[in-house]
């Protein structure tokens, strides 16, 4: 996985080494299936919850993960949709400007930073919360352009 897949994809603040890894292939499957219920079960997970503690904002979905003692760490999950900068990218492309494309690529690079960032902000808060969040991206040529501007 590119550096800036990581950087973008999955927010990751810890040192552990087998994170990447392991959320790297947690979001291949999520990248598969689109849908939660289809890969766990209902007590593996909740839907709309908000994950951090006095806000009011709801992630999509939170993957529950044990806690030291009885308690549940949330892993927030949530789908982003930067079509219409996806689609001024492919504009971009068709027209075989350069200056256009390499804009259009700058502004999707800044947009997938900025919709990282929220899910940083509005849903991560360990000790409640995992120290990272998974941001799906739900077009294969979306995820595969983030991927290949690694």
């Keep these: ?17 087998c994170i990447p890894r392991q959320i790297s292939l947690l979001f291949k ?20 919850i908000a994950t951090k503690k006095g806000s009011k904002n709801v992630v999509e979905f939170a993957i529950k993960l044990p806690a030291d003692g009885a308690g ?10 930067p079509g219409d900068t996806y689609s001024a990218l492919r ?8 200056q256009r494309i390499e804009s259009a690529q700058k502004a999707l690079v800044q947009r997938i930073k900025g919709e990282a960032k929220d899910i940083h902000d509005k849903y991560i ?6 120290e990272f969040a998974i941001m799906l991206l739900p077009f294969e040529g979306l995820y595969s352009e983030v991927v290949n501007m690694g």
Excluded: G, W
Excluded at 72 to 81: A, E, H, N, Q, R
């Design 1 to 17: 996985m590119s550096s800036f897949c990581k950087k973008v994809l999955v927010i990751i603040t810890s040192d552990d080494p």
């Design 72 to 81: 549940t760490v949330y892993l927030p999950v949530d789908s982003k949709f």
């Design 91 to 98: 504009d971009a492309v068709e027209s075989c400007d350069k």
């Design 125 to 130: 808060d360990p000790p409640n919360t995992t």
């Design 29 to 48: 499957r999520f990248h598969q299936f689109y849908d939660l219920s289809e890969i766990l079960t209902k007590e593996q997970y909740e839907e709309n």
